[in-house]
């Protein structure tokens, strides 16, 4: 069974930073396209960011310019670096990994962005 595993979640202030890791098997890291996702309390989880195997990035949900999302396939490692975080940011946070119709989900960890 595919695993991913995030961390680094956690409380920070308002205009603060976390950086969120991913790490999944080989497989996932050679070819599936990853993301993050969120969901706030009561809301629909949403698509934050996306990377492909190649590198290539898209950024979702008015994030763009204040998170960038990473990954090193030979270290089996996706990263959400976010910065100038907002108490609107708030929220539990799920990798995803996508490819040819497969998916997998973390298990989420929490950011919770409050003064």
């Known amino acids: 069974q595919v695993q991913l595993v995030e961390s680094g979640g956690g409380w920070v202030q308002p205009g603060g930073s976390l950086e969120l890791s991913c790490a999944g098997p080989?497989?996932?890291?050679?070819?599936?396209?990853m993301g993050w996702y969120c969901q706030a309390p009561g809301e629909q989880r949403e698509l934050v960011a996306e990377i492909t195997s190649g590198d290539v990035a898209d950024y979702f949900y008015a994030v763009k310019g204040r998170f960038t999302i990473s990954r090193d396939n030979h270290k089996r490692k996706g990263w959400l670096e976010m910065k100038n975080l907002k108490p609107e940011n708030t929220a539990v946070y799920f990798c995803?990994?996508?490819?040819?119709?497969?998916?997998?989900w973390g298990q989420g960890t929490q950011v919770t962005v409050s003064s």
């Open positions: 080989t497989e996932i890291f050679r070819h599936f396209v």
């Open positions: 995803h990994a996508r490819f040819d119709g497969d998916e997998y």
